[in-house]
């Protein structure tokens, strides 16, 4: 297939993180039936597809990225029958399931595992990463990103293993062509149920090599993806997209090469990760860096442009909300999260949309003894230890706890927000009685209604997909701007990033340029712009 009419290429994709979506059946988790509850709505916003955080079976230690069955469901969401289910309805709400495909680790907890620690001569033991050693001496100093050695003992074998995450995540070793096959038996067996695609969890860590302290980007990675690709979703018209925190752009294009070789995308996270401290964790915060932002966005839609694919994302479920993070989310909640949503929208690359990110739902302030995530408890206690203050740690977890994206989503202004009939696993955000979707979706001036309008424009223009990237007053402190254009269309974007008003150095746009979409009810003709002003504005160039 040619690589221009891929389908996602003016897709729009919905993340949804299954326990804090909707409760169908009260017991405060969020589960299958309730997504499915949901479909009319996710068909009204217009999404073509639905990312699902992970759905199997699991202790959940880490919300079900440590999977003890990869092919079946977990209780708690539901059965494989409902599952089934999920595909096919979705399928007729023009929609496609796409799965969180967890192949760093398993759960200690799998079937695989379990085995493996029985001897070292299982068959299973080498489908996991050990070392030899002796108690209290680690193979080497290397740490979990939960925290904590990513070394665990095991007495009866005399031997440790390797996690980069929890304890209970024991890293799978890709080395071994079986443990490959078994898992790209299981990624078939998914196809052939109907999936649309999957979302790769930290698939740039899968070629490890812990003894010369590689994680990410290890040499056999890209083989690894190939053989990958090639034995499982070059079968099938699907999308996939990897997660890959080390990508750099050269990287991105051997990834999302239009060959079609390894994935069709992978997210990377460089814009994501410019508030914080050089050298430093993302709890050690630091301003947003504006003109540096607009640099790495330049860089990634220039050097991509035909060679490869971007997603195009502010948040997700380890990432809190893009309006309290970059943009206003008390005076200026729905001008600030507009304007965000219009310059991530008309950029070229796939949309992600997180749940809730259509509503403008913002981060939350717990006591901490409602934060539920194992990241933000673990780094509270490590924290704590090394003498930080409390006031200072909270201040880093009100930024940056993951625990920000996974608050119930607000449907309604009833209790819980209308997300559980039961307790909620974790509280609700208080501020659901002013932001829920009920309020938003006959709204066409909700951020809900600017979403919608959005997706609806990606579809009808292919300027949006394919128009080559070119970045406006790149030195302009306060304004981001950008056109796009193929031989029908020129489409302009002009954001005032901050709650100022400031001098719009593009002046007036032009006469013929239509306005599309913006965030105040006369957008931009000015020659200031107002606190959050944005506009995507389109020129036909035929007329
Ligand atoms: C990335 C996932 O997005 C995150 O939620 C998870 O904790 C780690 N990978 C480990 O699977």
Same mark, same amino acid.
């Given at each position: ?42 068909? @009204?916003?217009? #999404? ?7 759905? *199997? ?18 209780? &708690? ?49 080498? !489908? ?13 100093? &290397? ?44 990624? %078939? ?24 302290? #590689? ?11 190939? /053989? ?31 060959? @079609? ?48 694919? %971007? ?49 403008? &739902? ?21 924290? +704590?230890?090394?003498? !930080?203050? /409390? ?12 625990? @920000? ?9 009833? /209790? ?14 208080? %501020? ?22 959005? #997706?609806?424009?990606?579809?009808? !223009? ?10 406006? *007053?790149?030195?302009? /402190? %306060?304004?981001?701007?950008? +056109? ?10 002009? *954001? ?27 957008? *931009? ?19």
């Amino acid at each position: 297939m040619k690589s221009q009419n891929k389908w996602w290429k003016s897709a729009v994709i919905y993340q949804i993180y299954p326990r804090s979506f909707a409760d169908s059946n009260g017991d405060g988790i969020g589960d299958l039936q309730g997504i499915i509850s949901k479909l009319d709505y996710l068909e @009204n916003l217009g #999404i073509d597809a639905v990312w699902l955080s992970p759905v *199997c079976r699991s202790p959940q230690d880490d919300n079900g990225y440590d999977i003890s069955d990869y092919q079946d469901i977990d209780p &708690m969401f539901g059965t494989l029958a409902d599952m089934e289910t999920l595909i096919e309805e979705a399928g007729k709400h023009h929609i496609r399931i796409i799965m969180d495909l967890v192949l760093n680790h398993s759960s200690d907890e799998h079937r695989w595992f379990q085995e493996a620690k029985k001897s070292r001569d299982n068959p299973y033991h080498d !489908y996991y990463v050990w070392r030899d050693g002796t108690e209290g001496t680690f193979p080497n100093d &290397m740490r979990a990103a939960f925290g904590g050695p990513a070394w665990e003992w095991v007495p009866e074998l005399g031997q440790y293993y390797f996690h980069q995450f929890s304890v209970k995540q024991p890293d799978l070793n890709w080395e071994n062509p079986k443990l490959r096959r078994e898992i790209y038996d299981m990624i %078939n067996w998914w196809i052939g149920k109907g999936v649309g695609g999957f979302r790769l969890d930290v698939i740039d860590q899968i070629a490890k090599e812990p003894d010369k302290r #590689i994680t990410g980007n290890g040499p056999r990675l890209h083989e690894f993806l190939r /053989e990958l690709s090639r034995e499982t979703f070059q079968k099938a018209d699907l999308v996939t997209v990897g997660e890959a925190w080390g990508a750099d752009t050269e990287l991105a294009k051997l990834y999302s090469n239009p060959d @079609n070789s390894e994935l069709s995308m992978v997210f990377q996270f460089e814009h994501i990760c410019l508030d914080q401290e050089a050298g430093k964790e993302k709890w050690d915060l630091a301003p947003l860096p504006f003109l540096k932002l607009k640099e790495v966005f330049e860089r990634w839609q220039t050097q991509l442009y035909g060679k490869g694919w %971007n997603s195009l994302f502010w948040n997700n479920h380890d990432l809190p909300r893009i309006v309290s993070r970059w943009g206003n989310d008390r005076k200026y909640r729905v001008e600030s999260a507009k304007m965000l949503a219009i310059l991530l929208h008309g950029l070229q690359g796939t949309p992600y949309i997180y749940q809730g990110e259509e509503l403008g &739902m913002t981060n939350v302030r717990y006591e901490m003894e409602d934060y539920r995530d194992i990241e933000t408890l673990n780094l509270y206690r490590e924290r +704590l230890e090394k003498g !930080y203050t /409390e006031a200072e740690i909270m201040r880093s977890i009100y930024a940056k706890s993951r625990d @920000n994206a996974r608050t119930p989503m607000q449907w309604n202004d009833g /209790e819980n927000a209308g997300f559980t009939v039961g307790k909620p696993w974790i509280k609700v955000n208080p %501020n659901y009685r002013e932001i829920n979707a009920a309020g938003q979706i006959s709204d066409a001036n909700s951020v809900f209604g600017c979403y919608r309008e959005l #997706i609806r424009l990606r579809k009808k !223009y292919p300027v949006y997909a394919e128009g080559e990237f070119r970045m406006l *007053c790149r030195e302009d /402190e %306060n304004v981001f701007a950008y +056109l796009r254009e193929d031989e029908e269309y020129q489409l302009l974007v002009i *954001c005032n990033f901050h709650d100022g008003t400031v001098q719009n150095p593009l002046g007036e746009p032009d006469a013929g340029m239509k306005l599309l979409v913006g965030n105040y009810p006369e957008a *931009c003709r000015g020659a200031v712009l107002r606190p959050y002003e944005a506009g995507m504005y389109l020129l036909d160039k035929r007329r």
